[in-house]
């Protein structure tokens, strides 16, 4: 994702949403050197409609503390839409998940790997968004 996006724009937006999400959306256009205009008035507007991480239960672990949690599902939704020459695309919806195991024994080092996997997520969904700016005509 670090080399410039060829776009036919001068210009974005992105509403709805200022969480890492538009951050690495934001990077992405400045490296092909594409301004920001704030309050909607880009020459491309993105608006995130949903932005939800969710983590659930995957499994509960076979050894030790009954009914402790054996592992976690993370998943990353994300509904938005794109306008472009005036006109809205239909709403989309991209989701990702991970998963990883859990042990409080190794809390800290199990938070880290939650983070990472999040940050991750926001990457492939960033890279899926552009993709998706890229391949409109």
């Known amino acids: 994702l670090r080399k410039p996006i060829s776009v036919n724009y001068e210009s974005y937006s992105i509403i709805g949403d200022s969480s890492a999400l538009a951050k690495n959306i934001k990077k992405q256009f400045s490296y092909g050197n594409i301004a920001e205009e704030k309050g909607g008035n880009g020459d491309l507007i993105i608006e995130v409609l949903e932005n939800n991480v969710q983590k659930r239960i995957l499994s509960l672990a076979s050894r030790g503390v009954v ?71």
Do not use: C, F, Q
């Open 67 to 137: 009914g402790a949690v054996g592992e976690y599902e993370l998943i990353h939704t994300i509904i938005y839409r794109i306008k472009t020459k005036g006109v809205w695309t239909n709403e989309r919806k991209i989701e990702t998940t991970r998963e990883y195991t859990y042990d409080p024994a190794l809390y800290n080092a199990v938070a880290k790997e939650e983070k990472i996997l999040k940050d991750s997520m926001i990457e492939d969904l960033s890279r899926s968004i552009i993709t998706e700016i890229n391949n409109l005509k």
